[in-house]
């Protein structure tokens, strides 16, 4: 088996718990959950910043009436909008800036700051969380769901490293140099959920 396939995997505890096996994992088809693309969006980034490789869901805006998926107003359990595509399309150019497969699950370079609690935790146990890929002093991808602002501390290796906080709704809002080793950093403020993304020079 090459590609471990996963429904609904939100939390993406699926990951994290096979991930020894050092296969494909997927989260195909999501929905049910309401309309709010904030539930798809959110569940999308945790899953593959988690370390999963897919993830697709289900898009209630495609139908035979409306083939370029612009439907607003339909009855159907789950969400799907230009908007989510969109935020989704962030997360590829996002991912597709690093050097995805060489960059493995890396929570433990997060030592403190608003978040520190929230590492292994839920949205149902924690109002925040935080998730980290990476490859040691080369590239960190970080996710964090929930709060409004957040303040990391993190352990780099030393060096010299360029580090951009990204919207998941619309890119890159802030970046600047940092140092390695222990280093405190800050997001702008945001709204559901932010992405930093920290790459050596």
Do not use: C
Request: overall charge neutral; charged content about 25%; proline content about 5%.
């Amino acid at each position: 088996m090459s590609i471990f396939n996963f429904h609904y995997a939100t939390p993406p505890d699926t990951v994290e718990q096979n991930y020894k096996l050092n296969k494909v994992f997927s989260d195909d088809e999501t929905g049910f959950r309401g309309k709010d693309d904030a539930l798809y969006r959110t569940e999308a980034w945790e899953f593959v910043i988690a370390g999963g490789a897919i993830y697709d869901n289900l898009d209630y805006s495609f139908t035979a009436g409306t083939p370029s998926g612009t439907l607003i107003e339909y009855k159907s359990p789950g969400s799907g909008s230009p908007q989510l595509r969109y935020q989704l399309r962030v997360l590829r150019d996002f991912m597709n800036d690093l050097d995805f497969i060489h960059i493995k699950p890396m929570n433990g370079i997060v030592k403190g700051g608003s978040a520190t609690a929230a590492l292994s935790g839920t949205p149902a146990k924690s109002a925040v969380t935080v998730r980290v890929l990476g490859e040691e002093g080369k590239a960190y991808a970080i996710y964090v769901r929930g709060g409004r602002q957040v303040e990391l501390e993190l352990a780099l290796p030393k060096g010299k490293y360029r580090a951009e906080w990204v919207s998941p709704y619309g890119g890159v809002v802030k970046s600047g140099d940092v140092e390695g080793g222990e280093v405190t950093v800050t997001s702008p403020p945001y709204s559901q959920d932010v992405a930093l993304r920290i790459k050596a020079k």
